[in-house]
């Protein structure tokens, strides 16, 4: 089965909206046996969007649609579809009823033009939006092209598209059966990694790059890489079977830079798994990341399990009366530097009581550097927990980090966020190294407690 994706929208030509949800689809219709030869962007104009359907039917199966879902005058994808195959539109009650649902759960009176949404093809089968008011299509339309065709849409927003895939998936494969196809399934895994660039991941797994099934292909993500392992097999247990060791041999030959697999697996994920397992708590002051760390943190559900009171103190004015750093520390050394870096992670540790304080203080620009502190420095502080006797086990280590000075303001800021989690987690772990970016520092003025 041969599938075409298409993207319906004037944005997406003009460059407003970069077209993801191809890239996700080809993903996904991979996994199921079905191969994408052509991905398609249209304007919303009938007449071409009838033309690219005309092509599609040509060389596809199943065509998918994207966009145009909406209730405004340029939202023209079903109308057009119908149009083209001479069916009429038809209200669907169901639709109807979950349309005025969504509106009335907020507390709002829906448009008229809304209900356009709930049009479809008469015989076409509807798949339900739970998270917004554009439902989409199921269609077998073989007896008006004379070959087996179907149709598929759905919004252009990403989020509802990937709710109301199973559906879509669901239909497909119940039409490879009645077709008795038998495809090899492509199954993919995604290993993420941050610490290690691109280049050098690519020389230390150089001898995996030459499988050829399963496929070790790296890849340059926001802050980190990625490793996509990629298998063909007649299920997927023989596809994950094929997989298995090789995933095993990179997560060995690269544990100090991996921290998970998947779509979802994140840094911060990551990290809350290693303070639920230890029971540990930590909080967080902030300069320049403006509260990122925390909301990264926190984004995690079951968060408030290990962390409690996170601050930012962007002023050296609230570093002091919050944080306690002192003025002598802020005169001789500056906001930016390793020893209030120190004295803000210990503050933060002994004004939450939790068992870690982190401190984050940099410049993330694109003004306020110079020479000695560029744009792209920071410093991380960890203070790590105490003993029963209220003494600490560790020194605060504080951690000097350098990003890219070319970067966007906010890029830099997530880099900072990404280098903290990736110590955070070091922490935990116990492999964080007191290495050439670490800071010698004077011993904590007192025991810090949790009193």
Not at 80 to 98: C, G, H, N, Q, W
Not at 248 to 270: N, T, V
Not at 394 to 423: C, E, G
Request: net charge negative; with cysteine.
């Amino acid at each position: 089965m041969r599938a075409e994706i298409i993207a319906v929208g004037s944005e997406l030509l003009l460059g407003d909206i970069v077209n993801t949800n191809a890239s996700w689809l080809s993903e996904q219709l991979a996994v199921i046996g079905v191969d994408v030869f052509h991905h398609v962007s249209v304007g919303d104009n009938p007449a071409r969007i009838q033309k690219v359907i005309e092509q599609a039917i040509e060389r596809a199966d199943v065509l998918i649609f994207t966009g145009g879902l909406g209730p405004t005058q340029d939202d023209l994808t079903v109308e057009t579809i119908a149009d083209y195959f001479k069916v009429p539109l038809i209200s669907d009650p169901e639709s109807e009823r979950m349309i005025e649902a969504f509106f009335i759960a907020r507390g709002m009176t829906h448009a008229k033009s809304n209900l356009k949404q709930a049009l479809r093809p008469a015989d076409a089968q509807v798949i339900a939006n739970p998270i917004g008011t554009a439902p989409g299509i199921c269609w077998d339309v073989s007896e008006k092209t004379g070959r087996e065709t179907f149709i598929l849409t759905f919004p252009g927003v990403p989020r509802e598209l990937y709710q109301m895939w199973g559906y879509g998936k669901r239909f497909i494969q119940e039409k490879q059966q009645e077709r008795g196809e038998q495809h090899q399934m492509l199954v993919s895994s995604s290993l993420h990694f941050f610490g290690i660039g691109e280049s050098t991941l690519g020389e230390e797994l150089a001898d995996l790059m030459e499988s050829s099934n399963p496929t070790v292909a790296p890849y340059v993500g926001r802050s980190e890489v990625r490793v996509r392992l990629a298998a063909k097999a007649n299920t997927e247990a023989d596809a994950l079977a094929l997989i298995q060791p090789i995933k095993s041999e990179i997560a060995q030959r690269l544990k100090p830079f991996y921290f998970g697999e998947g779509d979802e697996a994140s840094l911060e994920e990551s990290v809350a798994v290693l303070l639920l397992e230890q029971g540990l708590r930590v909080s967080t002051a902030e300069s320049c990341t403006g509260g990122l760390v925390s909301s990264r943190l926190t984004d995690v559900s079951g968060s408030s399990e290990y962390t409690t009171l996170n601050v930012v103190t962007y002023s050296n004015e609230e570093k002091m009366k919050v944080l306690g750093v002192s003025v002598e520390t802020l005169e001789q050394h500056g906001a930016v530097s390793p020893q209030t870096a120190q004295e803000m992670a210990e503050g933060i540790r002994r004004l939450s009581g939790a068992d870690i304080g982190l401190s984050m203080t940099g410049i993330a620009g694109p003004t306020g550097g110079n020479e000695e502190k560029p744009v792209g420095l920071v410093y991380m502080g960890l203070s790590g927990p105490i003993n029963s006797e209220g003494q600490d086990t560790r020194k605060t280590i504080v951690k000097k980090i350098m990003v890219n000075r070319n970067y966007k303001r906010m890029d830099i800021k997530y880099w900072f966020s990404q280098y903290a989690l990736h110590y955070l987690r070091h922490y935990l772990l116990g492999t964080l190294r007191a290495d050439e970016d670490s800071c010698e520092l004077k011993p904590s003025a007192s025991p810090v407690s949790n009193n």
